[in-house]
């Protein structure tokens, strides 16, 4: 084990973060307090500092998933256009705009009721 304070307790600090970050991250409460001890029981960190840092590193790397996330779906969206596909907010709207065409030709087509006066005629 590396003197506490050295370059090398520091390195084996940064690999174990890293490591756990990697498998655990959904990392829960548990966990990192369980990790957080067994650093400061190595000498390698205080508690807190090693709490605060397996908190950093959890948050940097969801913040990192959701954006390869956002990036890989607006990627697939590109490539669907590219290929002449539709996106299902796409059918949607032109499903409404259809609906609407439908109702307003209906009410063209519908007819004039006696009330009514006859239609202006140019």
Excluded: C, Y
Excluded at 86 to 112: N, S
Aim: net charge negative; hydrophobic share 45%; proline share 5%.
């Amino acid at each position: 084990m590396a003197e506490p304070g050295s370059n090398a307790a520091w390195r084996e600090l940064a690999e174990r973060v890293f490591l756990s970050a990697v498998g655990a991250v959904a990392l829960t409460a548990e966990r990192a307090d369980a990790l957080a001890d067994e650093l400061a029981d190595r000498g390698l960190a205080r508690r807190d500092e090693a709490r605060a840092l397996i908190d950093d590193v959890s948050a940097r790397w969801r913040g990192d998933a959701t954006r390869l996330g956002e990036r890989a779906g607006a990627t697939l969206d590109t490539l669907f256009r590219e290929l002449g596909l539709v996106t299902k907010d796409d059918l949607e709207e032109l499903e409404l705009r259809v609906a609407q065409l439908a109702h307003r030709l209906e009410l063209l087509e519908e007819p004039p009721t006696r009330d009514a006066p006859p239609p202006v005629q140019h």
